[in-house]
């Protein structure tokens, strides 16, 4: 059984940010992801507000992150699910599905995933034109017809992206205005083939090989209509990766984010948490990289009273 000083579950912009400062502390690591490094900002079709970078495509800035990372020695497993946390004293045992490592601090940075909207025929078209990623699956409707659910930030870059793909990008959110960020607003509403339905929800999602047709209704007025369309993009929010915390022991709030104090600490000593996975308000790549660092450095100091 491997051993290590700061074992690190999640290489999203958190887990990246921890791990290079805890290498650079002189602390043994390992970075754990169930899928390829990069985290959820990887999906983001373009950064414009992390310093440094007037503006990125967020695979690229990922990129850059998991380079520095390696590049300072830290040792990062890929497609590796860890599927439980065990204590011995102050060690702590990490299972994961490929093997079982000794860790002395133990650090969750597991982000979160996207939330679904639930409605009848979202599962059955999955892949099939529903969508929860317009990098991802953008391009496969160039010229077309597309909707994009939800009215933050998400849902407004994505937009964004997706207007200089297709034909026409139709936004239906479930309020009378958005809630994402000034300057995205702008931008969106000036595309001359962006369209906003407000108040509206999605009630059912129809069609026969492919996504055809929309069920909706106006939440308003009552008013019931069907909208033609070739793909549908959910953009309505995220739910944090808590399970093997909370499994754990580690405590969470009534929506599952980990509870955290000021240095990231959880509820169990040298056990810490950062990013979008955390109680923390802001959920932003900046923030995530912050709360990473503070991470690290605490755990630094914490090892550093045990010897």
Not at 167 to 183: C, D, K, L, P, S
Not at 238 to 261: C, F, H, M, Q, R
Request: hydrophobic residues 40%; contains cysteine.
């Amino acid at each position: 059984m491997e051993s290590w000083d700061v074992i690190v579950v999640g290489a999203g912009s958190a887990g990246l940010a921890t791990g290079i400062y805890a290498v650079r502390s002189g602390l043994k690591t390992l970075v754990l992801d169930e899928k390829l490094a990069g985290g959820n900002i990887s999906d983001a079709p373009r950064v414009e507000n992390y310093p440094g970078f007037a503006e990125i495509n967020g695979r690229d800035l990922s990129e850059k992150m998991v380079s520095q990372c390696k590049g300072f020695g830290v040792v990062l497993h890929e497609l590796e699910s860890v599927v439980g946390l065990t204590f011995e004293g102050d060690t702590k045992i990490v299972t994961t599905s490929d093997a079982v490592y000794r860790g002395k601090v133990v650090i969750f940075a597991t982000g979160s995933h996207h939330k679904f909207i639930g409605v009848k025929g979202e599962a059955e078209f999955r892949g099939r034109g529903v969508s929860y990623c317009g990098v991802c699956d953008g391009p496969f409707f160039k010229g077309k017809n597309v909707v994009v659910v939800g009215g933050g930030n998400s849902a407004c870059a994505t937009s964004l992206y997706l207007s200089g793909l297709t034909n026409n990008v139709t936004i239906i959110h479930r309020r009378g205005a958005f809630r994402a960020e000034h300057r995205l607003v702008l931008d969106v509403t000036s595309k001359a083939n962006v369209n906003v339905l407000w108040n509206t929800e999605v009630e059912e999602i129809k069609g026969d090989r492919q996504v055809r047709l929309l069920s909706l209704k106006n939440n308003v007025t009552g008013e019931k209509t069907e909208f033609a369309v070739d793909a549908i993009f959910v953009q309505v929010g995220e739910v944090p990766n808590s399970a093997v915390a909370k499994l754990s022991g580690i405590e969470t709030d009534v929506a599952g984010y980990i509870k955290i104090n000021l240095k990231q600490e959880t509820n169990i000593s040298g056990i810490y948490a950062a990013g979008d996975v955390t109680t923390h308000p802001v959920k932003q790549v900046g923030t995530a990289v912050g709360q990473g660092i503070t991470a690290a450095l605490e755990a630094y100091n914490y090892l550093s009273q045990l010897r």
